[in-house]
């Protein structure tokens, strides 16, 4: 019995060993980080531990998990609602005129638009991600740290200028990256990453929008940005990494079930060391044996793994080497569906451009709001409350709503709430009127972020995700976002606020209709090719069952022939026996005919001897 026990100990000890080793082996294949002491995977694992696995009762992640896209977003979204709402401010302090603000606002997002595919094209290319990001984080906090010693508009304009460059990249980035670390197993939950980038903005917007009110001056966002850049870029330079969560969590069981296995093998070991000292000894060999047969496959399997992942490294370059940024680009807008919801941006990204960089000026203006800084960060507050919902709750509007849906509620929710500023500044309402309304800028862009997100990251090629995600923000934040400052920069300085929103309305308006009339042409071209291909399909079954028939006539006249000859060649066989039966029968009639003629022959002879011995005697 000892003995027997020592054998199964011994075998459950080389199976851990086995586990271990091939976890060992994926932990190395799935590593993620350049850093040293991977704090990366320790943060992961951290929230994954402290939230019982990190998974609910269906399998899903926990609120927790993943950390790195949360904080990211965070922090990105800081910088963003520390320079945002105050940038027209501040070039409204140094002297700039409206119309001449719209034509500065022009440019940044211009150029985010044409850098922001540029920078995310050669980190996709590359495979530099992290580096890319790393230098536009430095950039982009070295941009706004020289505003405090600017009081010029054209060197504060080649600076804002600058910094386009460097944010372009920045957003893509992050969610090419936060999908990657989803994985298609989580994808759906990209909308409760994004959300903390709502938070964040919200934070940073009233705080910036307080310390502003207090010191007077707007020179306090330039100190702010730089600190949350610095902090961007330590975690960035710690944490950034694109492992797929489903492979920590599959890590962390695996580590789990081998620690639990280890547990258990350790307690009877140290119950079974006293009475099986001797026979422990004598099995040490054996182990020896077995821990050599363990190492030798251990370098095998992970030679093995070493190569493949060579190879399917050097197939991945030599893809994204086949495709060139322009033609990545082309490849992703001759897509009907991306066509469209790049188009929906522009509108959407127009209209929300004139709400996002006059607003402020319209509320600090003693002419129509006449109200402080503190409103307008308190504003954003309130723009981000229903984007934080909407984006938490992004996977259920999704599936129950649908995308179609909720491009339409976007349209209808601009529409309502630009319709609503005119009318407010038609009537002289106090400021703070303005506060429900904003609501609805979460909604607006909330929805048509996460469902054009979605589409995007659905419908990009292998190796054109970074692309994609980019050409999206570009468009967004890019173009139509200085189609927006420009026009409205011009409607403002010539006909006032009131007929700037109302031409919005109009502009939106007419923007649903197009969409709409889009989905129904591509609903219907796709219906009929559905159609078509099921026509073609019931084809091919007629065609294919009209050949089994055929095959099954043709396999049955030969069937019918095979028997017909068949049955001759019977007949034949049957005559050539009959006949010989009968000729063998003939031949023993007159073998049998010959033998009583043979014998009547005898009996004649009988007869005439007798009569001669008779006739003797006489």
Same mark, same amino acid.
């Given at each position: 019995m000892g003995n027997n026990n020592n054998n199964n100990n011994n075998n459950n000890s080389l199976n851990d060993e086995n586990d271990d080793i091939n976890n060992?082996?994926?932990?190395? !294949?799935?590593?993620?980080?350049?850093?040293?002491?991977?704090?990366?995977?320790?943060?992961?694992?951290?929230?994954?531990?402290? $939230?019982?696995?990190?998974?609910?009762?269906?399998?899903?992640?926990?609120?927790? @998990?993943?950390?790195?896209?949360?904080?990211?977003?965070?922090?990105?979204?800081?910088?963003?609602?520390?320079?945002?709402?105050?940038?027209?401010i501040y070039f409204r302090d140094i002297g700039v005129k409206p119309r001449i603000l719209g034509i500065i606002l022009l440019f940044p997002p211009l150029i985010s638009f044409i850098f922001s595919p540029i920078w995310s094209g050669i980190?996709?290319?590359?495979?530099?991600?992290?580096?890319?990001?790393?230098?536009?984080?430095?950039?982009?906090?070295?941009?706004?740290?020289?505003?405090?010693?600017v009081s010029s508009h054209i060197v504060a304009t080649v600076v804002v200028l600058a910094n386009a460059i460097f944010w372009a990249p920045i957003i893509p980035l992050a969610d090419s990256t936060c999908y990657k670390i989803l994985g298609s197993q989580f994808k759906e939950l990209y909308g409760k990453q994004r959300m903390y980038g709502s938070i964040g903005f919200c934070v940073s917007a009233i705080l910036t929008g307080t310390l502003i009110n207090y010191y007077g $001056?707007?020179?306090?966002?330039?100190?702010?940005?730089?600190?949350?850049? @610095?902090?961007?870029?330590?975690?960035?330079?710690?944490?950034?990494? @694109?492992?797929?969560?489903?492979?920590?969590?599959?890590?962390?069981?695996?580590?789990?079930? !081998?620690?639990?296995?280890?547990?258990?093998?350790?307690q009877q070991e140290e119950e079974e060391e006293e009475v099986d000292e001797k026979d422990n000894y004598n099995n040490n060999n054996d182990e020896k044996v077995k821990d050599n047969i363990i190492i030798t496959n251990y370098e095998e399997n992970q030679q093995e793994e070493e190569s493949n992942n060579n190879n399917n490294l050097i197939e991945k370059e030599k893809e994204k080497k086949k495709i060139s940024f322009l033609k990545g680009v082309l490849i992703l807008i001759s897509n009907p569906k991306i066509a469209i919801i790049l188009f929906n941006c522009i509108i959407i990204a127009t209209g929300m451009s004139v709400c996002n960089n006059y607003l402020a000026l319209i509320i600090t203006d003693d002419r129509y709001f006449n109200s402080s800084t503190s409103l307008v960060g308190f504003a954003s507050i309130l723009n981000v409350t229903f984007e934080i919902v909407f984006f938490y709750f992004g996977k259920q509007l999704l599936m129950k709503i649908g995308i179609f849906k909720l491009i339409i509620l976007s349209h209808c929710a601009l529409i309502t709430r630009v319709v609503a500023y005119s009318?407010?500044?038609?009537?002289?309402?106090?400021?703070?009127?303005?506060?429900?309304?904003?609501?609805?800028?979460g909604i607006v862009f909330a929805s048509c972020w996460n469902s054009g997100s979605s589409i995007i990251n659905a419908n990009s090629p292998p190796g054109l995700e970074a692309t994609g995600q980019s050409l999206f923000f570009g468009v967004y934040m890019g173009f139509g976002t200085s189609l927006g400052a420009l026009l409205g920069g011009v409607l403002f300085d010539a006909y006032g606020p009131i007929i700037m929103f109302e031409f919005v309305a109009a502009?939106?308006?007419?923007?649903?209709?197009?969409?709409?009339?889009?989905?129904?042409?591509?609903y219907s071209k796709e219906a009929l090719k559905n159609k078509n291909l099921k026509q073609k399909e019931i084809e091919l079954e007629e065609q294919q069952q009209q050949q089994q028939q055929q095959q099954q006539n043709d396999s049955n006249n030969k069937i019918i022939s095979i028997k017909s000859t068949s049955e001759d060649i019977k007949e034949e066989e049957l005559n050539l026996q009959f006949n010989q039966l009968l000729k063998d029968e003939l031949q023993k009639n007159k073998e049998l005919i010959e033998d009583e003629a043979q014998y009547n022959n005898l009996t004649v002879n009988n007869v005439n001897d007798e009569i001669i011995h008779s006739s003797t005697l006489l």
């Open positions: 060992f082996g994926d932990d190395n !294949n799935n590593r993620f980080s350049i850093s040293k002491y991977n704090l990366d995977e320790k943060l992961e694992n951290f929230f994954i531990k402290i $939230t019982n696995g990190g998974r609910d009762v269906y399998g899903r992640p926990m609120f927790f @998990t993943p950390m790195v896209p949360k904080v990211l977003y965070f922090l990105l979204f800081y910088l963003f609602g520390t320079q945002r709402p105050f940038v027209p980190a996709d290319s590359k495979n530099a991600h992290k580096l890319v990001f790393l230098l536009m984080t430095f950039g982009t906090g070295f941009c706004f740290f020289l505003l405090n010693f $001056t707007v020179n306090v966002a330039w100190i702010n940005y730089p600190i949350g850049s @610095t902090i961007l870029f330590i975690f960035t330079l710690l944490f950034f990494n @694109t492992k797929q969560i489903s492979n920590q969590f599959n890590n962390l069981d695996q580590q789990l079930n !081998n620690s639990s296995s280890s547990n258990k093998s350790e009318i407010l500044l038609r009537l002289k309402a106090n400021g703070w009127c303005i506060v429900p309304i904003e609501l609805l800028h502009v939106v308006s007419f923007g649903l209709l197009i969409f709409l009339i889009a989905e129904f042409l591509l």
